[in-house]
């Protein structure tokens, strides 16, 4: 089941790069002025829709929740390349910016495989509401550092929380597919 995960986030994630580099088209790098705050703004604009939406029953906007998830896990590629130290204030071209929107979901779909492996995707029996809570709380979680300056106790960082917010958007999709 595992290796079928590894070909199901491929898919989601390629998904998810056709309409980035479309988007980059169409607006250009126009996402590099926002800071931190306000793409986790974004993400929780797009998680609240998926929360109205799953408890409403019906949508207004003739809009469905899948490009909710597709945009939130852009969005957290976007603000794991704002993060990057080495990137800020850098004009970068559309080559290095595919490079580093690679590198990132590499790296966070070596996080789900291992993470995943000690788990036992127990995700695949978990209901797709509580993914959308997840990422509301981590928004919470994530305005709560900003307002710490950054500094955490022991908990993870603005960074690994994007991260497993990919994640769980993938998770999310898939369960949606299936």
């Given at each position: 089941m595992i290796n079928q995960t590894s070909i199901e986030f491929d898919e989601v994630i390629e998904q998810c790069r056709n309409v980035f580099v479309k988007k980059n088209k169409d607006y250009?790098?126009?996402?590099r002025i926002m800071r931190i705050s306000s793409i986790i703004d974004q993400i929780f604009i797009k998680a609240n829709r998926i929360k109205t939406i799953e408890e409403?029953?019906?949508?207004?906007?003739?809009?469905?929740?899948q490009s909710e998830w597709?945009?939130?896990?852009?969005?957290?590629?976007?603000?794991?390349?704002?993060?990057n130290p080495s990137l800020q204030n850098k004009n970068i071209s559309d080559e290095e910016?595919?490079?580093?929107?690679?590198?990132y979901l590499v790296q966070?779909?070596?996080l789900?495989?291992?993470k995943n492996h000690d788990y036992g995707e127990i995700w695949r029996k978990m209901l797709v509401s509580t993914f959308t809570d997840m990422l509301l709380m981590r928004v919470n979680r994530m305005?709560?550092?900003?307002?710490?300056?950054?500094?955490?106790?022991?908990?993870?960082?603005?960074?690994s929380n994007l991260m497993d917010m990919i994640n769980y958007s993938i998770f999310a999709l898939i369960r949606l597919k299936n």
């Open positions: 250009g790098m126009s996402w409403k029953g019906v949508q207004a906007v003739d809009e469905g929740v597709l945009g939130i896990i852009n969005y957290c590629v976007m603000g794991l390349i704002q993060l910016l595919l490079e580093w929107y690679n590198q966070t779909k070596d789900m495989m291992q305005h709560q550092i900003i307002e710490n300056k950054g500094k955490t106790e022991v908990s993870e960082g603005i960074d």
